[in-house]
Each structure stands twice: as structure tokens, then as C-alpha cells.
């Protein structure tokens, strides 16, 4: 890479949430850390039925209120969180301030977000859950990850020429 | 206390521990929330092309491989260990719809009368599985992050373009649940 970390940065935050810059370079096994959060994340995803295609179609279809209890509750805690962590200036384990990067309006959150809904719709599936999925054995949804990656994928050859 | 876990979870124990990943991963090394990234960080590690969206320090973000890789095996665990005996169970008004398109299979998380291997060869297995998941993969990078990204960590933030990304992805799944997916699932 030749460019300076601060032309990385800036490209890595493009159309990204979780992007976070942290000044510390730690070994690789520091990351099973994330693979454990991963793990009991993906078991969750599991219990309560949010891989569920069927509980996805229920939420399309307003004919039941567990998807929205799901993602309303998960809100809540996040926003009490996120509130307690910046009141009492929280830092991270390894002594960082924590910081979250503020989100830029940008019209692709409308066309991304209907394209992405329709998708979620047909597949029963946002990236998170197809990991799952085919962890529960759904092999033919690696075909579907594939196919999302390959949206991804043409999604960057594209992004110059797309409306922002 | 084992039979108890095996049961579904209900919504006010699995929301407020996703909520709790945000936190969580703020606390043990900085990183926000997001999930759809990952696919974004495979395509920069495996077919750059040369794009100038994907010359980037991928390394940087491989912690979110690693959160990624877990939440399969995540997934594994679960079904082999702490999997539901009992099939889903599915608002009575959604089966009967469901059952006119030949899904009445609801002992796995996906309809396997429709999600299955001779299946994506068909026309309906191509809308499925092949477009379905080229639109999340597409329509996710395009609106800057999914469900994870924006609609939990985004909120949780209180960022107003998350929540106008969070109202498009409803509008998205509405059409297509209710005016689209009929007739894919009638092919």
C-alpha cells in the first residue's frame, strides 16, 4: 500500500459503519477475541429464530411482533450504551477513548436500502444470518453469500457512476 | 436448564443481548457494529481487480472476518448442540399461504422445500438465491451497511441517515414480500 494511513482511512469509511481506526497494532490471535463475541452472536441468531426465513416473511407481513421486539429491544440497549459509554467517557480494555463515527447522509441509503430490502425479503437473510444459515447445515445458501459478495463486488466497479 | 435454552428464544432475551454485542465490541477493542462489511473486506483480500473501492488496508478490518467466521460457527454449535426439536412455529394465516407454493417443510431455519440444491437450477432457485443474494450484497455496501450496521449500531448512535437506511430496508421487504415473492414463488 502506498498510500499514508489517513487516505486508507478515509477510504475504508466509504459507505462502511464499522470502521474504526485504532492506533494499536496487536497480534492476529487478539481477534479470536471477536470470534468468540461471533460465536455466542451467531448462537443467538440461532435460538431466536432470526435466520428464520419464516420469521422474516411474518415481519413483511405484520403477522407477528417477535422481529420487531428483536431489533427494538437490541435499539434500546444499544442506545443506552452508546449513551453511558460517551457520559462517563469510556475507554476500551487497552486504554483507547472509544469512537464512533458519525454517519453522513448520502442518497445511497435510499437506493442501497430499498435494493437491500428487497433482497432480505426474498432470501430471509441480511449478511449476518447467511453465515449463520449455512452454519446450520443450509449448504446451497453459500451460493447466496457468493452471490452477495459478487453484489458487493459490483457494487465498487460501479460506485464512480452510481447517484450518492 | 439445558431443555430451557433448546426452546426459541423469545424476543426480549435475544434483543437485548444483540443490543449488548454494540457495547461489547465499543469495549474490547473499539470497533463498531457491523456485519456486512465483511464482504466488502473479502472482496479487497481476494479479487481486488485493481478497483479503487477495494485498494485498501484490508488487515486493518480482519477483525471482522474473525466476527464473521464465529457467527457460522455460532451457527454450527447451535443447530448440533442446542437445536429446537420442534419444527417452527409459524403464524397460521403465513402456512396457509405458504402451503399453495408447496412449502410445508418448517423443521429448518430455511424452507427447504425451496432452498435447496435441485432447486437453484430452476428459474425460481435463481430469483432466490442467486439475485436475493446479489441485492443484500449490493444494496448493503450501496446504503453504507445493513440491519447490523445501520439499523442496530446506526441507531444506537442515533444517526438520522441510519434510521432513513433502516425505513428503506422495511419499504424494500414490504414490496418484496407482499407484491414480489408471490409470483417468484409461483414459477
Not at chain 1, 472509544?98 to 426474498?122: C, H, N, R, S, T
Not at chain 2, 402451503?99 to 410445508?104: E, R, V
Request: aromatic letters at 14%.
Amino acid at each position: 500500500m502506498i498510500q499514508n494511513s489517513d487516505a486508507d482511512l478515509k477510504l475504508r469509511e466509504l459507505d462502511a459503519m464499522c470502521v474504526n481506526e485504532s492506533k494499536l497494532t496487536h497480534k492476529w490471535y487478539y481477534n479470536v477475541k471477536y470470534l468468540a463475541v461471533g460465536i455466542l452472536f451467531g448462537i443467538v441468531f440461532v435460538k431466536a429464530e432470526i435466520i428464520s426465513w419464516f420469521r422474516i416473511q411474518e415481519m413483511f407481513r405484520l403477522q407477528s411482533f417477535h422481529m420487531y421486539g428483536v431489533i427494538g429491544s437490541a435499539v434500546l440497549i444499544g442506545i443506552i450504551s452508546v449513551w453511558l459509554i460517551k457520559k462517563f467517557n469510556l475507554k476500551s480494555i487497552y486504554g483507547e477513548p472509544i469512537v464512533i463515527a458519525p454517519k453522513k447522509f448520502d442518497k445511497g441509503q435510499i437506493y442501497g436500502g430499498l435494493l437491500f430490502g428487497l433482497g432480505w425479503a426474498i432470501t430471509g437473510s441480511c449478511p449476518g444470518p447467511l453465515f449463520a444459515q449455512i452454519g446450520t447445515g443450509a449448504t446451497v445458501v453459500i451460493v447466496t453469500l457468493l452471490s452477495a459478495i459478487a453484489g458487493t463486488w459490483t457494487y465498487g466497479y460501479f460506485r464512480e457512476k452510481l447517484p450518492h | 436448564m439445558l431443555e430451557l435454552i433448546k426452546q426459541p428464544w423469545p424476543w426480549y432475551v435475544a434483543g437485548p443481548l444483540i443490543g449488548l454485542t454494540v457495547p461489547v465490541l465499543l469495549l474490547i477493542g473499539n470497533k463498531s457494529f457491523g456485519i456486512s462489511s465483511s464482504l466488502r473486506h473479502i472482496c479487497a483480500s481476494c479479487f481486488p481487480a485493481n478497483i479503487p473501492y477495494f485498494k485498501y488496508e484490508w488487515k486493518k478490518e480482519v477483525w471482522n472476518l474473525f466476527f464473521v467466521l464465529g457467527i457460522f460457527l455460532g451457527g454450527v454449535v447451535a443447530i448440533n448442540f442446542l437445536a429446537n426439536p420442534n419444527p417452527v412455529d409459524v403464524a397460521p394465516k403465513l402456512v396457509k399461504e405458504l402451503s399453495g407454493y408447496g412449502i410445508t417443510n418448517y423443521n429448518n431455519p430455511v424452507p427447504t422445500d425451496i432452498i435447496n440444491w435441485p432447486t437453484l437450477f430452476t428459474l425460481k432457485g435463481f430469483f432466490i438465491l442467486v439475485v436475493g443474494g446479489f441485492l443484500v450484497g449490493f444494496g448493503t455496501r450501496y446504503a453504507g451497511g445493513c440491519t447490523s450496521g445501520h439499523a442496530i449500531m446506526g441507531l444506537s448512535n442515533l444517526q438520522l441517515p441510519s434510521l432513513i437506511a433502516t425505513i428503506c430496508f422495511m419499504v424494500g421487504g414490504f414490496i418484496m414480500a407482499n407484491l414480489i415473492l408471490p409470483i417468484i414463488l409461483s414459477l
